[in-house]
């Protein structure tokens, strides 16, 4: 009973620090994603007063993707019953080029005060709209998100390694004798410490399996998935398979590593 409840506390420990490790994966997935659609709609409106030459302004600056030509004459049609032909011929030929500029990426408050700065430079340029205080409240937004899920994934992880390290020295303790006799008969220390590795291998593969079982199931849930589609214009998959293969290195690694500080430490303390 008591060696189950060993086995337990190490699961839920473990648990504990993949939950943290899974949860920041579909974060930085659900950022990505937040950042893809604002790519994909964000753009910067250039009033020129001379037509631009497409194929030179995307070869000029590296952060622009494409250019657009924004078409004039459906605000012109506006004026059709208020001018004649010859006034809005002429009031088209005086107004502004108007064009829309994509980007290669969601670009930072720097690469768009830097490029705006660059194309404003231009004689023919008359105005840049970069619409730079909604675009730098998102991305501090978006920052501010990254580094809550760092801080929470970091702390849980804290907690739990040294819950872990507590539930390794009880498992060394209540094998010691065992250990010390092995040891007697010349056993190396890691045949004496194998029960060790043991448990903490299998405790590593159930933590691993609750973790993935339990995100799987979020994947499945129909009012999460509608809530994710309702702000993303992408869809954030919860658990890949690579997930669960990182996730399992991960805990294995933790677990092995934390059980061999608490054998040698042991060791040198004898």
């Known amino acids: 009973m008591k060696s189950l409840k060993n086995h337990i506390s190490l699961i839920l420990a473990l648990f504990a620090i993949l939950f943290a490790i899974q949860i920041f994966f579909v974060s930085e997935r659900t950022v990505d994603a937040y950042e893809e659609s604002l790519h994909n709609s964000y753009s910067l409106i250039v009033l020129s007063k001379t037509p631009l030459d497409e194929n030179a302004f995307v070869k000029r600056y590296k952060l622009v993707k ?8 459906k605000m012109l049609n506006e004026f059709k019953g208020d001018l004649s032909s010859t006034n809005l011929g002429l009031l088209k030929s005086s107004l502004p080029k108007f064009y829309r500029i994509y980007l290669t990426h969601y670009p930072s408050p720097k690469e768009i005060s830097g490029l705006s700065y660059k194309i404003k430079s231009q004689k023919n340029i008359a105005r840049v709209e970069s619409f730079s205080k909604t675009h730098d409240r998102i991305h501090r937004m978006l920052l501010l998100l990254s580094q809550v899920h760092i801080f929470f994934a970091v702390s849980i992880v804290v907690i739990a390694v040294l819950l872990i390290i507590k539930e390794m020295r009880i498992w060394h303790y ?26 903490a291998f299998i405790d590593t593969f159930f933590s691993t399996l609750f973790i993935s079982l339990i995100f799987f199931a979020f994947g499945e849930n129909e009012q999460l998935n509608s809530y994710l589609d309702s702000i993303l214009t992408h869809d954030v998959t919860l658990l890949l398979p690579e997930d669960i293969l990182k996730l399992f290195i991960i805990a294995l690694s933790t677990s092995m590593l934390l059980a061999s500080l608490v054998i040698f430490r042991q060791k040198e303390q004898a």
């Not at 494409?66 to 004459?73: N, V």
């Open 66 to 73: 494409s250019i657009e030509k924004l078409d004039a004459d």
């Open 174 to 199: 209540e094998h010691q004798n065992r250990m010390h006799i092995m040891s007697l008969f010349g056993s190396p220390i890691w045949l004496r410490s194998a029960v060790l590795y043991k448990m």
